[in-house]
């Protein structure tokens, strides 16, 4: 019984490492670990890879047995209320070969200092391509080193067979906080005592929830693990995408867990598309596919997604039906393309139409799977594409090998709305699985480039907007799931409005922070009040003025040293470029006339990193009443998941449990 409701009923006669910022290796306190580990839930059917790790710590605090692992493990899984039974005979596998390897890590900041890292030795296996169908409690053992005992309980989620949804948009803010949209709609509609005159999209959205965006072994996540939470409903690592990170040297072989996407193509043969302003290979869309512990392997990320895994296989996604981003860098051959090969080529071969601007965007049919590639790395933001446009002339961003700079490209709206006709075509009866992201407002947020990372807050607000408008135009709204969410937080909020011009003007850090006003000296929002002579043409629901002489005064909790003058930057920011051993300075062109702020991270940190928030969750349509309320991230996949009916829990052909 305590097997399946104590926490952590591991066994504690090993010494156990603090587990704390430094981790051997995280989700496994104990030498015995189980990944999945612990506290694991799963969906009925969902195929997974289980992989076991003895350690044998040479040295360190936790150095035991002389740095020789236990090869003699043995593994048992156990239904509550069932019987105990190997796991070769549980789920009908083979015995799979034992691996051996070892991995240093640092124990604590003095170790790293002392460049005196532990050794450990490692005994493993690992089963691919596993599922469990009956939904229930289960808790699956290892034991080694003669009485040591590791017990992982896992949940199998009872979910629904029946589908409700057809289709689903999930769009992703990254790095978006209700501060953030907060401030978004101060910049971009109008009050009047108080009273706003317009609202954002989001705001009329019938259901908000909040999730809790946490990694699995550190409080703070990265957009990677917290990706493929929403995308799996299984946390993962910083970094980690698809798999659960393990200790051995290859960030291919990890245990792998079954997409949505994956899903959705094996059960219902839907469509499916990712939509993202950043490199596509970036890792909140290629996480929709993508398995590693690295999110760097972005061409071997690409690859698969394209084509399957080769090695460890069993996932597959079929290819996104649409694929719409930058990162051209790993499509022209290349350094930074799968051993250099052209991947325009390979997506043309296997009957892609290909875009490499927004008007052959536009021009593309529905019936054909498509490609669009607009520039190498990730899209100039909203403001420089339609406010401050004489700034893309000095990119050198060219969907191809040149330096030329990508002038004619599309926004977030374009693509989404052109993803969802040939989704929608390709689809057809079977439906569509469609993300869509705002990247930049992470990326804009990590600059702390405010007006950035708001503009396209209000692009995304604005995608939505045209989504909704076209999904009714074309029979769909009733039909699809639509719902907006982030992958974490940034510590940034407003606290006051600041004259820009006494602010310049002034002389001396402390005085020039005399022009920060609080209460009410914050005024009000001069951002929706047209100035004579100026207009920026880009339509209601954005700010008449960008750049007004009361600026909102708004910060960040995690920055690193940098100057602010709260005005709108000509140019995207660089807060800090001076490294001068291991340590950034303020850099000296940036924010000019502004005073010093002293930073709260780490002297060897460039940019402001995420933070702690919940993050809302805003739903409409079918099973829209089940995304109320707090939960974690990994219950966004589950509530997807049970709303286009995904669970098999039959599939086990008259057996509880089996594999394929
Ligand atoms: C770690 O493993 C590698 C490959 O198996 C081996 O060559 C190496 O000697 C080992 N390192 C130590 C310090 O034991
Ligand atoms: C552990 O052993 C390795 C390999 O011999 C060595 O590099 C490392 O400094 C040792 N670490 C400690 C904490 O003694
Ligand atoms: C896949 O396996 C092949 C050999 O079958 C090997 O050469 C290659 O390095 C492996 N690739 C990865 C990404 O592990
Ligand atoms: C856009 O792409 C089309 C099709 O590849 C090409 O013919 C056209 O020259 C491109 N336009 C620009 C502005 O690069
Ligand atoms: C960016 O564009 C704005 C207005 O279009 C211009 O004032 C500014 O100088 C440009 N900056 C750069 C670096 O091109
Ligand atoms: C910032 O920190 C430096 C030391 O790192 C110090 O010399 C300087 O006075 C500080 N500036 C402010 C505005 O606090
Ligand atoms: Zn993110």
New binding site residues.
Partial sequence: MGRFTSIAASAALLALASAQTFQRLGTCPTLGCILPPDQADFLPGQYFDLRFEVHAPVNGSEAFNNGVPDEQFSVSITKEGGETKSITEFFKVKEPALEKWNFTWYEDLFAVDAKTPSLVNVASKVFRQLAIYEPGNYAVTLNFYGSEQTVANWVVRPLATKRKAKNVILFIGDGMTTNMITAARLLGHKSINGKYQSLLKLDEFPVIGHQMTHSIDSFITDSANSASALYSGHKSTVNAMGVYADSSK????DPKVETIIELLVRIWDSAWGAVSTAAIADATPIALAGHSRSRY?YG?LVETTLNGL???TWTKSGGPDVWFGGGAEQFYPGKDSFNGQDYYAKFAEAGYAIANNKTALAALGNDKRALGIFCKSHFPVWLDRNVLKDNLSGFKNDPFAGKEPALDLPGQKEMTLKAIDILHKRGGDKGFFLMSEAASIDKQMHALDYDRALGDLLELDDTVRATIAHLEEIGELENTLVLVTSDHGHGFDVFGGADTKYLTEATGDRQKRRAVGTYAESGLSQYTVPVEGVSYGTGPNFPVNWDPRYAIASGFSANPDHRENYKLNPKPRKVVEELVDDDYYVNPSDAPGGFVVNGTLPVSESSGVHSLTDVAVFAMGPCQETFGGVYGNIDIFYKMANCLGLARPDAGKGGSCGSH
Avoid: G
């Avoid at 290859?250 to 072989?253: L, P, Q």
């Fill in positions: 290859s960030t291919f072989d392997d071997y080769s090695n460890y």
